[in-house]
């Protein structure tokens, strides 16, 4: 389950962002620590992927190095504006080529009015990674609530069912305009539910998008 948000994940982005014309687009990041949804995954970690939005619609694949082996994402949905509020619902799968972890899928919802936006993800896991949960499939529920201005961000987020904990990030991106490069840097302070101990991470990313 981990796709770059702020800190890097791009899957996250797109359920939010308003989608206008056809397009293919690529991209390609590093970041100093994985993190995704609180959980720290590797370290020094590179990733890329592939996108398509047309109008209103959007698919696309990523994958990052998490050490034994790559995480792969698969997504699409679709995103449409009510009003003033941004909506969309999607589908998102995370597979591993190696024995980092086990397939996760879910629905993906989300919603945005001004500086505010609100994303939840209902999901299962298969869970035969873990001995104590082999041959089991294990339900979560992930909410995030954010507030972004300017760049600058912050995010309070947890899991409820068969997981649970939550964590706050702080953080800030921008894009170096001569090269178009993102940048960004964020502060992870995830509490013991998530992660078995209090922990604290400072996470820098760098990425660009090219046009296909």
Request: proline content about 0%; overall charge negative; glycine content about 14%.
């Amino acid at each position: 389950m981990k796709t770059l948000r702020s800190a890097g994940l791009v899957a996250a982005l797109l359920a939010t962002s308003s989608i206008a014309q056809a397009e293919w687009s690529a991209n390609l990041g590093w970041a100093s620590e994985y993190h995704f949804r609180g959980i720290f995954q590797h370290s020094s970690s590179a990733s890329g992927g592939v996108d398509f939005e047309s109008g209103g619609f959007y698919a696309g694949t990523w994958a990052a190095d998490v050490g034994d082996g790559l995480e792969v994402d698969g997504y699409l949905g679709y995103g449409a504006t009510v009003g003033e509020v941004d909506l969309s619902i999607g589908y998102t799968g995370y597979f591993y080529t190696g024995d980092f972890d086990d397939t996760y899928q879910e629905i993906n919802l989300g919603a945005s009015f001004g500086i505010l936006s609100l994303d939840i993800a209902i999901g299962e896991w298969d869970g035969d990674f873990d001995p104590l949960t082999a041959g089991d499939q294990q339900d979560y529920t992930y909410y995030a609530l954010t507030l972004e201005k300017n760049g600058f961000y912050g995010t309070y987020a947890g899991f409820s069912q068969d997981a649970e904990g939550e964590y706050l990030e702080l953080g800030y991106g921008t894009t170096v305009t001569d090269a178009e490069i993102d940048l960004g840097v964020a502060l992870i302070l995830a509490n013991d539910d998530l992660i078995g101990e209090d922990d604290e991470s400072l996470v820098f990313t760098i990425g660009k998008s090219f046009d296909l």
